[in-house]
Protein backbone atom coordinates (compact mmCIF):
# COMPACT_ATOMS: atom_id res chain seq x y z
CA UNK A 1 0.00 0.00 0.00
CA UNK A 2 0.99 3.35 -0.70
CA UNK A 3 -0.02 6.72 0.71
CA UNK A 4 0.80 10.13 -0.91
CA UNK A 5 0.40 13.18 1.24
CA UNK A 6 0.47 16.65 1.20
CA UNK A 7 4.13 19.17 2.22
CA UNK A 8 1.07 20.65 4.90
CA UNK A 9 0.57 17.05 6.09
CA UNK A 10 3.81 16.26 6.97
CA UNK A 11 4.38 19.99 8.99
CA UNK A 12 1.58 19.81 10.77
CA UNK A 13 2.13 15.80 11.76
CA UNK A 14 2.16 15.24 15.28
CA UNK A 15 4.03 12.06 14.56
CA UNK A 16 5.67 10.92 11.53
CA UNK A 17 6.80 7.24 10.86
CA UNK A 18 8.06 6.15 7.06
CA UNK A 19 8.20 2.78 6.00
CA UNK A 20 10.44 1.95 3.21
CA UNK A 21 12.18 -1.52 2.03
CA UNK A 22 13.77 -2.61 -0.91
CA UNK A 23 16.83 -2.23 -3.34
CA UNK A 24 14.06 0.43 -5.34
CA UNK A 25 13.39 2.87 -2.60
CA UNK A 26 17.82 3.27 -1.58
CA UNK A 27 18.00 6.39 -3.49
CA UNK A 28 14.79 7.83 -2.53
CA UNK A 29 16.02 7.18 1.23
CA UNK A 30 19.24 8.82 0.56
CA UNK A 31 17.92 12.32 -0.99
CA UNK A 32 15.00 12.35 2.03
CA UNK A 33 17.14 11.80 4.57
CA UNK A 34 21.06 12.63 4.09
CA UNK A 35 20.17 15.26 0.42
CA UNK A 36 20.66 18.79 0.66
CA UNK A 37 17.54 20.25 1.95
CA UNK A 38 15.43 21.46 -0.69
CA UNK A 39 11.51 20.08 0.08
CA UNK A 40 10.57 21.51 -2.83
CA UNK A 41 12.22 19.56 -5.16
CA UNK A 42 12.01 16.19 -2.48
CA UNK A 43 9.24 16.60 -0.40
CA UNK A 44 9.81 13.83 1.46
CA UNK A 45 12.49 15.55 3.61
CA UNK A 46 9.91 17.21 5.45
CA UNK A 47 9.65 13.80 7.23
CA UNK A 48 13.49 14.20 8.87
CA UNK A 49 12.09 14.32 12.23
CA UNK A 50 9.87 11.07 11.81
CA UNK A 51 11.01 7.73 12.53
CA UNK A 52 12.26 6.11 9.49
CA UNK A 53 11.76 1.91 9.22
CA UNK A 54 13.95 0.56 7.07
CA UNK A 55 15.37 -2.89 5.23
CA UNK A 56 19.41 -3.36 4.98
CA UNK A 57 18.47 -2.85 1.79
CA UNK A 58 16.57 0.63 1.73
CA UNK A 59 19.41 1.98 3.99
CA UNK A 60 22.05 0.76 2.00
CA UNK A 61 22.74 4.31 0.74
CA UNK A 62 23.13 6.14 3.92
CA UNK A 63 26.09 6.10 5.98
CA UNK A 64 26.64 4.37 8.85
CA UNK A 65 26.09 6.98 12.13
CA UNK A 66 29.52 6.80 14.15
Known amino acids: LRMT ?3 P ?3 EAGEIIVL ?3 TDKAEAVQRAVAGPWDP ?3 PA ?3 R ?3 FVLD ?3 A ?3 APRP
Open 20 to 22: ATG
Open 49 to 51: RGT
Open 40 to 42: MIC
Open 5 to 7: VTP
Open 60 to 62: ALL
Open 9 to 11: VLV
Open 45 to 47: QLA
Open 56 to 58: RAG
